[in-house]
């Protein structure tokens, strides 16, 4: 969403009026009323008035600047993250179908291949699906919201993203116990498969994920991704939920990404009525996401679910 300029022209052409008022009311001050009058005592008030209404549409023409400024350079990152995620696999393809049609390839190779390219199309298929799921935030859902069992989503999150990039099931531990969410099916699993995907994506050489969740008296659930990686600096944890914001350099990364997974998980915990804190994962290298929602348990007492 393109953000409007009426305001910054509408502040820039304020403070110029302001600005010529003053000059003109300087004049007439100094010139007409020499003698301390009412009318003199009445000009310097409207003066000083000007100057201050001045002084704030400045501050706030810089911060507007500011803030253009830095979405400017958002979007310049978004580019260049779109642009990788897009050239790298279509590259990956065309090499990949250009071997097949002009040498012969034995059929370890051809089913390698395949492989290969669907993991490609997988990844144009991801990226294309965080564009169109951070475009949906600004319209109104169509989908009516139902009770939604939370333990099957996180399982079924779980199982994607193991399946997605190629690791055991194993890596992935949950503990979760049966609540009901009142919400649209796929916010959820758009929710918590960023979230794991994240948590997989960004951890250590050898991957470990601790999906927890667990009621907060009567009309909560909390759930935990937790993850093995470096962490994240106190500094930067409510950055990384702005649109296309991603850390570092865009052109050095070694991760795939658009900057949009985050945005899109806050704005749909909010639109849900919760909230998401980050915080250190204690005693260990690591980083906890910790999402709270409204929620009611089951009419029925079940076991909680490890896996």
């Not at 007439?28 to 009318?39: C, H, T």
């Not at 475009?135 to 079924?156: F, K, M």
């Not at 994607?160 to 194993?170: G, N, V, W």
């Not at 909230?275 to 348990?297: C, K, M, N, W, Y």
């Amino acid at each position: 969403m393109r953000t409007s300029l009426r305001l910054p022209i509408a502040l820039g052409v304020t403070m110029i009026v302001l600005i010529v008022a003053l000059i003109v009311g300087c004049v007439l001050f100094f010139v007409k009323q020499p003698e301390k009058s009412g009318v003199y005592w009445a000009l310097l008030a409207v003066g000083t008035t000007f100057l201050v209404l001045v002084l704030v549409g400045v501050v706030l023409y810089l911060l507007i600047s500011i803030k253009e400024i830095r979405l400017n350079r958002r979007q310049s990152n978004f580019i260049d993250s779109v642009t990788h995620e897009l050239k790298s696999p279509i590259a990956s393809l065309k090499l990949y179908l250009q071997t097949l049609s002009r040498r012969n390839v034995d059929e370890q190779r051809q089913a390698d291949f395949y492989r290969f390219m669907l993991d490609d199309v997988e990844r144009l298929d991801s990226l294309i699906n965080h564009l169109l799921d951070a475009a949906r935030l600004d319209q109104q859902p169509v989908e009516a919201e139902s009770d939604v069992e939370l333990a099957e989503v996180l399982r079924s999150c779980a199982s994607t993203a193991c399946l997605r990039y190629h690791l055991s099931p194993e890596i992935v531990q949950l503990s979760v116990e049966p609540a009901l969410v009142r919400a649209r099916p796929m916010d959820l699993e758009m929710i918590f498969r960023n979230l794991i995907d994240n948590a997989i994506k960004y951890a250590d050489h050898e991957p470990r994920v601790e999906i927890e969740s667990h009621a907060k008296g009567e009309n909560a659930v909390v759930t935990r991704i937790i993850d093995n990686g470096r962490g994240i600096p106190q500094q930067l944890r409510r950055k990384i939920f702005g649109r296309f914001v991603r850390l570092g350099n865009e052109l050095e990364r070694s991760r795939t990404g658009t900057g949009l997974g985050l945005f899109i998980v806050r704005n749909l915990v909010k639109r849900l009525g919760g909230q998401i804190t980050v915080r250190d994962r204690a005693g260990q290298p690591g980083t906890v996401f910790e999402v709270q929602l409204p929620s009611h348990r089951l009419s029925t007492d079940l076991p909680p679910c490890d896996g």
